[in-house]
């Protein structure tokens, strides 16, 4: 929201905001580990499922039936064409000519797609205290992500999918705060008709190019994921009811620092990383950034 004078600034969406990127970070965790026992695309098709089936078992109790016959559902299914069906592909595909170092660092390009449509198609207003914000969340992860020598014998077009996967991201906030202004102001009908979509698409692509579903459903692979597809679901949940109270300059910045957090976890609770100065620094930079967001507000 924008404020005005004497209009106190709403610390909702901020805190709603710092959920999503907990709740990413932590989904990121569950789908690493069930990548042991599992292949990444396979793991993708089952998070995806999981995140739907999870919405659509709290539908008795969320769902305002009414809401599919409202023009804005269509903005809903278009989101599920591509988010998060295609902008995963994409980033799994810049994963392979890439490498992990390399990809995260583009990917950390996406609050600026976001903050940038916010003030283009959303007309929401970008002060300087957002600026320096977004700037820090974005030099934090920049710092995380350097972690060795990058791969440079890569064809240059390959930068556009990480890159393409970001701005697909950024343009599902945008249109998820459209759709909701529009007509279904719900986060939770949101989520549901996008995740179902992209679930729909996933599978019917996989019959389409004639790829057998081979999905051992007794691996423990499976099951992470599937609990990674369930916090996924929540925090688009979150994401959105933040969305829909306040403006996406403030949230997509805050989102954005869901790497911090995997890290975080990684350290201090799966050990699977030490914390090290780096890690403490990026930290300190994400929480004074979006303290800089909030107090500019």
């Given at each position: 929201m924008t404020e005005g004078v004497g209009v106190p600034f709403d610390y909702v969406p901020l805190m709603l905001a710092t959920t999503a990127a907990l709740l990413f970070a932590i989904g990121s965790q569950w789908q690493n580990i069930g990548l042991a026992t599992i292949d990444g695309r396979t793991g993708a098709m089952v998070s995806i499922t999981a995140a739907a089936g999870t919405l659509w078992l709290a539908a008795p109790f969320f769902m305002t039936w009414s809401y599919w016959l409202e023009p804005a559902v269509l903005i809903f299914v278009a989101i599920g064409l591509f988010r998060p069906a295609l902008s995963a592909n994409l980033a799994v595909a810049g994963m392979r000519y890439l490498g992990?170092?390399?990809?995260s660092t583009l990917a950390s390009t996406s609050p600026l797609f976001g903050t940038a449509m916010?003030?283009?198609?959303?007309?929401?207003?970008?002060?300087?205290?957002?600026?320096?914000?977004?700037?820090?969340?974005?030099?934090?992860?920049?710092?995380?992500?350097?972690?060795?020598?990058?791969?440079?014998?890569?064809?240059?077009w390959a930068l556009l999918l990480p890159v393409g996967a970001a701005f697909l991201r950024a343009l599902g906030h945008v249109l998820s705060k459209i759709g909701m202004e529009s007509g279904i102001p719900d986060p939770?009908?949101?989520?549901?008709?996008?995740?179902?979509?992209?679930?729909?698409?996933?599978?019917?692509?996989?019959?389409?190019?004639?790829?057998?579903?081979?999905?051992?459903?007794?691996?423990?692979?499976?099951?992470w994921f599937a609990l990674g597809g369930a916090t996924m679901a929540a925090a688009i949940c979150c994401l959105n009811t933040g969305l829909l109270r306040g403006d996406l300059v403030v949230i997509a910045p805050i989102v954005a620092s869901s790497p911090i957090f995997t890290m975080l976890l990684s350290a201090l609770v799966f050990h699977r990383e030490k914390l090290t100065p780096k890690v403490i620094v990026a930290t300190f930079i994400v929480v004074g950034s979006v303290i800089v967001i909030a107090l500019g507000r």
């Open positions: 992990p170092t390399l990809v916010g003030v283009l198609i959303l007309g929401e207003m970008y002060t300087l205290p957002l600026a320096i914000g977004t700037g820090g969340i974005v030099v934090a992860v920049l710092l995380l992500s350097k972690r060795g020598k990058v791969k440079v014998d890569w064809p240059f939770y009908f949101a989520g549901l008709v996008g995740f179902t979509v992209s679930t729909v698409l996933t599978w019917s692509l996989r019959g389409v190019r004639r790829e057998p579903v081979v999905v051992n459903w007794r691996a423990p692979g499976v099951k």
